[in-house]
């Protein structure tokens, strides 16, 4: 890697800090955060149903979000590494520095089909981490060469440094940016996604990918209930999408799996407790929003995003496979 490592500190911050995965190196981080370097085994991961993304198998540089959103459907991942899903969700970044040469090891295995891969699934792959350990620009390397299609999730302007290899990978494999802005409104984004830039900086940072080749879509996730669906909020936010430069928009309602729970529902009731009958209303049945709610707010926005020009996104064709020679025999 070719960057100053930070430097090492001690894997227990105390009798009160979370246990970390076994062989994990811990570096210091800005602002009081810290990297947890953990070799991975396997990189490319089946996505369960709590990530939504469009694609079916997802790739996650790092674990962990310094982004702190409080909906985020990953924090229930890091229970599983042994973590909290709360601050250490937010402060412990899990990364995953042999990634790039994982990836071209599995995407070349005999049994793997070229299928689309999401790109940022347990944490934004374009967070502060990423300047520090620039995992991405070899990882694209690696699906370009491989000819396998992909979509990148992040938030983060560090994406556009990319440009010209996303403008590249997404010419010769197939593959997009999907930038998250599920509202305009930045007073609810300090409140609910406190280390994430604004949504006008992220709508900036769609219009000069696009002005550089950069396929974009526009993920309106989570739209939250009582939050950010009413009706003239869901119509400016499409509205800036399809100013922005982006083609295609997947508009999707808040889930709150295990992890992500716990952590939303602790700020609703500290921020908001009148809304608490309605949400345990929406949620009673689990994860998901009520289906008739869902579906209401989910055509709301479609048809807004074909008002204005936007394609509804969908999943990406992958690349033919190239077939083995046989030989004649005769």
């Given at each position: 890697m070719r960057w100053d490592a930070p430097p090492l500190v001690a894997a227990s911050d105390g009798p009160s800090a979370p246990p970390l995965p076994r062989g994990a190196v811990v570096r210091a981080g800005p602002e009081g955060t810290s990297f947890v370097e953990v070799q991975a085994r396997t990189l490319l991961e089946r996505v369960g149903r709590d990530t939504e993304p469009l694609e079916e198998w997802g790739i996650s540089p790092y674990r962990g979000c310094a982004s702190a959103c409080r909906y985020c459907s990953g924090r229930g991942a890091h229970r599983r590494l042994g973590m909290d899903a709360g601050e250490s969700f937010e402060t412990r970044i899990v990364v995953r520095p042999n990634a790039v040469r994982r990836?071209?090891?599995?995407?070349?295995?005999?049994?793997?089909?070229?299928?689309?891969?999401?790109?940022?699934?347990?944490?934004?792959?374009?967070?502060?981490?990423?300047?520090?350990?620039?995992?991405?620009?070899?990882?694209?390397?690696?699906?370009?060469?491989?000819?396998?299609?992909?979509?990148?999730?992040?938030?983060?302007?560090?994406?556009?440094?990319?440009?010209?290899l996303l403008a590249q990978a997404a010419g010769e494999a197939g593959g997009r940016v999907a930038m998250s802005i599920a509202?305009?409104?930045?007073?609810?984004?300090?409140?609910?996604?406190?280390?994430?830039?604004?949504?006008?900086?992220?709508?900036?940072v769609i219009a000069a990918l696009a002005a550089r080749g950069v396929p974009c879509a526009v993920t309106m996730a989570p739209i939250l209930p009582c939050l950010t669906d009413g009706a003239d909020q869901l119509e400016a936010t499409v509205r800036r999408i399809a100013a922005s430069g982006a083609?295609?928009?997947?508009?999707?309602?808040?889930?709150?799996p295990p992890g992500a729970r716990e952590w939303f529902w602790a700020w609703v009731g500290e921020r908001h407790p009148r809304l608490l009958p309605r949400y345990a209303e929406l949620y009673a049945g689990g994860p998901d929003a009520d289906p008739a709610y869902r579906e209401r707010i989910i055509t709301q926005v479609r048809r807004l995003a074909a008002a204005f020009g936007l394609r509804d996104a969908g999943p990406l064709v992958p690349a033919p496979r190239p077939r083995a020679h046989q030989l004649a025999l005769v």
């Open positions: 990836l071209r090891v599995e995407l070349a295995a005999p049994g793997w089909r070229g299928e689309p891969v999401a790109v940022g699934v347990g944490g934004d792959c374009y967070q502060p981490a990423e300047e520090r350990y620039r995992l991405m620009p070899g990882l694209l390397g690696v699906l370009a060469e491989a000819r396998n299609p992909f979509t990148v999730y992040t938030k983060r302007p560090l994406v556009a440094r990319d440009a010209d509202f305009v409104d930045e007073q609810v984004r300090r409140a609910v996604e406190p280390g994430a830039p604004s949504p006008q900086r992220r709508l900036e083609t295609e928009v997947l508009p999707l309602v808040l889930r709150l």
